[in-house]
């Protein structure tokens, strides 16, 4: 795979549940670390158009004909907004990787979806059909899955633009946006 190879990074800025939507940025970065660009949209906390908002940001960028993958930060953008990642990958027509610092809960994540929502089901449906996979990083492992690209091309993504920590740099950088947007000031890990 080539070292150069565009990604774009998505994540979601801090929200509290009372509010109606939540920032989400998408950062377009090289192989080499190198910012190529940054995009912003929002998604409806605990929604059900986060798959839409993504196609329609990763449709629409002048970077779409060059990026080669999509990594979001989890399943889920807003609380339970969740991403259906083979949809997005069908719409873009660009491999969708999604990583987790730390296993999820299925159980808990289940039974908080029954108590929330009537489309509970449909949301989980989406969520079970990620086929997690632990990464080995230099430091602890990350919790992947992905759609439109091999496991061994995921890995292989992951290590390329992840500089320090486990979390890929357009992740992180994503995330302190998202979060610089929001509160003012960048805080928190990705």
């Known amino acids: 795979m080539k070292k150069q190879i565009r990604v774009i990074g998505i994540d979601d800025g801090p929200f509290t549940f009372d509010q109606k939507k939540v920032v989400v940025v998408g950062v377009v970065m090289r192989g080499s670390g190198y910012i190529e660009g ?39 953008l807003g609380g339970f907004n969740v991403v259906d990642v083979d949809m997005l990958y069908r719409e873009t027509g660009i491999p969708v990787v999604t990583l987790t610092r730390d296993p999820p809960d299925f159980d808990s994540m289940k039974k908080t979806l029954r108590s929330k929502f009537v489309d509970w089901e449909k949301r989980w449906e989406v969520i079970k059909s990620n086929v997690l996979f632990e990464v080995k990083t230099k430091h602890n492992p990350v919790y992947v899955s992905s759609s ?43």
């Open 38 to 76: 940054v995009l912003k949209e929002e998604v409806t906390v605990d929604g059900d158009d986060a798959t839409g908002v993504l196609v329609g940001m990763i449709n629409r960028t002048r970077h779409h004909d060059q990026l080669r993958a999509v990594m979001l930060d989890g399943v889920a």
């Open 148 to 190: 439109g690209v091999s496991r061994e091309e995921t890995e292989e993504i992951i290590r390329m633009f992840t500089i320090r920590g486990v979390v890929p740099e357009p992740l992180r950088v994503a995330h302190l946006i998202a979060s610089a947007i929001v509160r003012g000031e960048s805080y928190g890990k990705a």
